[in-house]
């Protein structure tokens, strides 16, 4: 089945320390998209790739870092600088010049102790 | 600045009803325009979209009507069922060059369908 996996599902971090959630896609999708979802909030774009080797910030950048060596994968750090990071992360894909309709992962939930 | 405004928080209706769900924006370049919908603990999933060269667009269930002019869209959902109960999210979109697209989420209406 194509689709989108996330992993951890949950995770715990303590405070100071750097974590990497996982993305995998196998849709053949070019454009991938990392959003996070506070309670009562809309989602908000973290980064977003158009396409390997290139990434874009999106709206609330500052404390994350991506990469995007291969297509199928766009891994999220959460790094120390991060003031915030106890949310919902969700990774998305789209086709390259979709207009919007992205397939999300299931999520995974940081919490930082 | 919310550029997509979703002011009702939550909605209740009874089963077999209507429900009606809004949306604002306030950028004029969006030209896309789509809803989510989302469970607890999952991931959104798309529900249906329209451009803004058309006012109305059915799927089931489901119709989406979009007012240019008044910056507004909604998502009617008739009959409705427990099963739709969720929350749901507008979003907007317009072409940013080189086929880039990045959708602005508006904050979300919990829909509670009551049996």
């Known amino acids: 089945d194509g689709g989108i996996t996330q992993s951890p599902k949950y995770l715990f971090r303590k405070e100071g320390q750097n974590v990497t959630l996982s993305c995998e896609q196998n849709l053949n999708h070019d454009a991938m998209y990392w959003y996070r979802q506070d309670p009562g909030q809309g989602l908000r774009l973290i980064y977003y790739s158009q396409i390997v080797n290139d990434f874009q910030k999106g709206d609330i950048a500052e404390g994350y870092s991506v990469s995007r060596e291969k297509k199928e994968s766009f891994p999220l750090t959460v790094t120390s600088a991060q003031k915030n990071p106890t949310a919902f992360y969700l990774c998305a894909s789209s086709i390259r010049g979709s207009a919007g309709e992205l397939f999300f992962g299931e999520g995974s939930r940081l919490t930082v102790l | 600045d919310q550029q997509v405004k979703q002011n009702s928080p939550s909605l209740s209706v009874q089963e077999g009803r209507i429900s009606i769900l809004n949306c604002d924006y306030t950028?004029?370049?969006?030209?896309?325009f789509l809803w989510y919908k989302k469970y607890p603990a999952e991931g959104p999933t798309f529900l249906i979209s329209i451009s803004s060269i058309k006012d109305k667009n059915e799927d089931g269930r489901f119709t989406v009507f979009l007012n240019k002019s008044a910056k507004h869209l909604s998502l009617h959902i008739v009959p409705s069922q427990p099963g739709d109960s969720a929350v749901y999210f507008c979003a907007a979109s317009y072409g940013r060059g080189a086929g880039s697209y990045q959708l602005t989420f508006g904050k979300g209406t919990k829909l509670s369908v009551i049996p």
């Open positions: 950028n004029s370049m969006f030209d896309y």
